[in-house]
C-alpha cells in the first residue's frame, strides 16, 4: 500500500530563515505531487504541483518555491521566511487518473 | 467560476442526527467530487466520493448527493457520532492540461455532542 511520509511535523523558524520542509511517497511510482497550504481555520491553497522529476508549476506567486529531486520526493523551500508563511503545509499525492491522498502535515510557525 | 463554496461553515447536531453539508460550483468541466475529513493536527483523509454521472452514493453512514442540474452536492451524516467531530472539506477536480487539479470548499467544522 502507498504511504506518505512529512518531516519535519513541527516547526519554528524565525522571519528571514530559510526553510526546508520535504515530502516522499512510497509504494508507488510516478505520482502527481502537490504542496497545499493551510491557514488557521482556513481552506487549503494549493502552491504547487508537480507531475514528474524536475516540472514544477506554480500556482500562487509568493516567497516559496518547490523542488522535485527525485521521482518520490517533494521539497518546499524558501530562502527567507515571512511572518506570513505561517501555517499548516500538506503534501499530497494522486495517481496519474485518480484521487487525492494527503500526507500528515507540517506546522510551521515564523516568529 | 473555479470556486467550490461550501456551507454551513460550522454545524453542531446531537448525537443520532443527521449532518448535513452543502457544496456549489459552477465550472462544468468538473468531473469528481470527494468530500475530506479533518481531524485537528491532521492532514485531510479521502471519505467518500462521487462522479457527475451519479445523482447518490452511500457508504456506510455517509451519503453524497449530487445533483447535476443545480451544480450542487451535499455529504450526509446519519447518525452523527461524536467520534465524527471534525472539519469536513468539499472539493471539486478539472483535468488541467493532463493534471487533476483539485479546488477545495472553505470547510465545515462539525460538533457532535453526546
Known amino acids: 500500500s502507498q504511504t506518505i511520509h512529512q518531516w519535519p511535523a513541527t516547526l519554528v523558524q524565525p522571519v528571514g530563515s530559510p526553510l526546508s520542509l520535504e515530502c516522499t511517497v512510497e509504494?508507488?511510482?510516478?505520482?502527481?505531487l502537490y504542496w497545499y497550504r493551510q491557514a488557521a481555520g482556513r481552506g487549503l491553497q494549493l502552491l504547487f504541483y508537480s507531475v514528474g522529476i524536475g516540472q514544477i508549476s506554480s500556482e500562487v506567486p509568493q516567497n516559496l518555491s518547490a523542488s522535485r529531486p527525485q521521482d518520490r520526493q517533494f521539497i518546499l523551500s524558501s530562502k527567507k521566511l515571512l511572518l506570513s508563511d505561517s501555517g499548516f503545509y500538506l503534501c499530497?499525492?494522486?495517481?496519474?487518473?485518480?484521487?487525492?491522498?494527503f500526507g500528515p502535515g507540517t506546522r510551521l510557525t515564523v516568529t | 467560476q473555479q470556486q467550490v463554496k461550501q456551507s454551513p461553515q460550522s454545524l453542531i447536531v446531537q448525537k443520532g442526527g443527521i449532518s448535513i453539508i452543502n457544496c456549489a460550483y459552477e465550472?462544468?468541466?468538473?468531473?469528481?467530487f470527494p468530500w475530506y475529513q479533518q481531524f485537528p493536527g491532521k492532514g485531510p483523509a479521502l471519505l467518500i466520493a462521487i462522479r457527475p454521472d451519479v445523482s447518490e452514493k452511500k457508504e456506510g453512514r455517509f451519503t453524497i448527493s449530487f445533483n447535476k442540474s443545480a451544480k450542487q452536492f451535499s455529504l450526509h451524516i446519519m447518525d452523527s457520532q461524536p467520534g465524527d467531530s471534525a472539519t469536513y472539506f468539499c472539493a471539486a477536480r478539472s483535468d488541467f492540461s493532463g493534471t487533476y487539479k483539485y479546488i477545495f470548499g472553505t470547510g465545515t467544522r462539525l460538533k457532535v455532542l453526546a
Open positions: 465550472n462544468t468541466a468538473f468531473d469528481y
Open positions: 499530497a499525492w494522486g495517481p496519474g487518473m485518480g484521487e487525492q491522498y
Open positions: 509504494g508507488t511510482s510516478n505520482p502527481n
